[in-house]
């Protein structure tokens, strides 16, 4: 109950970003007016939106209950990214650098969890089982590197760092995208299965009536 009260609540916070955006947006097609606070208030429901998003993957992969660290994380990270992002949006003084290297770094955190937890959400037969320990692998050490990236010298990064974070953002897209596939191979393959099981016992059943009938009972 409380999971899916969670997820409730995620998705009307995705309503509601939603809809104060495409109203900001239609006040500004139509009167031409979007001055700082206009601005200020569509970037807030624009993070708020995007909290709802990754909030709603981890809330759907924690109403599974097949693990709880991943996506608890994740509705943390969101949040705190949350709060952090309006803050920075509202505030007009000059902001230190390691908030900015904190607030990326929690961002991260908070799209990594919730990515992991959306793959996880597919049921993979044992021929496709391999895809998530890679897509744990990639996710976990693209976030690894993006957040020492973040608290690094930009100017020092070297350039196998860079080639790194390069391979691992195509892996994890790639995996990103053939995870449903896979879902839906293995779905296929599971109906595949009952229908050779309910052929099997129908035969079966018609071979016991034709033992009961030879027996005369």
Known sequence: MQNTNLKRIFLYL?????????LLGIGVILFGDFGEFETKILLTALAVCCTSVLGLACGAFLETGREKVVPVG???FAILSAVLWIYLIWQDIVRAEWFVRALFSVT????????VSLLSLARL?????WSRYAAHVS???LTAI??????SDFNRISELISRAIGVLSIIVAALTVVTPVF?????KQSAEEIDAEIARLRARIEELEKQKSNAGF
Not at 108 to 115: D, E, F, K, P, Q
Not at 146 to 151: N, R, T
């Open 125 to 129: 037969d044992k021929r496709f089982i």
């Open 108 to 115: 991260i955190l908070a799209v990594s969890c919730s990515l």
């Open 183 to 187: 879902h839906w191979l293995s779905r």
């Open 146 to 151: 993006l957040i020492y990236f973040s608290w």
């Open 74 to 76: 994740g509705i943390v």
């Open 139 to 141: 996710i976990w050490s």
């Open 14 to 22: 995705l309503i509601a970003s939603v809809g104060v955006s495409a």
